[in-house]
């Protein structure tokens, strides 16, 4: 699938949002080294902290679905003028499961990152999960 198949992916799954405070619905698509597809979108809570990234939301979703290795995830944030990237969280999160493509929407289309790009430096499990 193409970087603007996917990227319009991510958008439909931010259509789904749950914004009220923010009003910046984000959606994200991960997608599997068998390249099945797991959409999420941000959801916000009045207890700060208990709101999940969409990124986070459709990671979860893939590892609850059984995935534990992720190839790429794609980020839409529809209500943004810039490119909204992934929280140094979420990055964190994808590190975890492997990903190693990162395309974010941007105003001039889909932007591409390796993770290596986007969190240098980071904190991984050797090899044998230790």
Do not use: W
């Amino acid at each position: 699938m193409s970087t603007d198949e996917l990227i319009a992916e991510a958008r439909l799954a931010a259509e789904q949002a749950y914004a009220p405070f923010s009003r910046f619905r984000v959606g994200a698509v991960a997608v599997d080294s068998a390249g099945n597809h797991y959409s999420g979108a941000n959801v916000e809570n009045s207890a700060y902290g208990s709101g999940i990234c969409a990124e986070g939301s459709a990671v979860s979703r893939a590892v609850s679905a059984g995935a534990r290795k992720l190839d790429t995830v794609a980020v839409s944030c529809i209500d943004a003028t810039e490119p909204g990237y992934p929280c140094g969280n979420c990055r964190q999160l994808m590190v975890e499961f492997g990903v190693e493509r990162v395309i974010v929407d941007g105003p001039d289309g889909p932007i591409v990152h390796t993770l290596d790009e986007l969190i240098p430096h980071m904190f991984r499990l050797d090899p044998d999960g230790r």
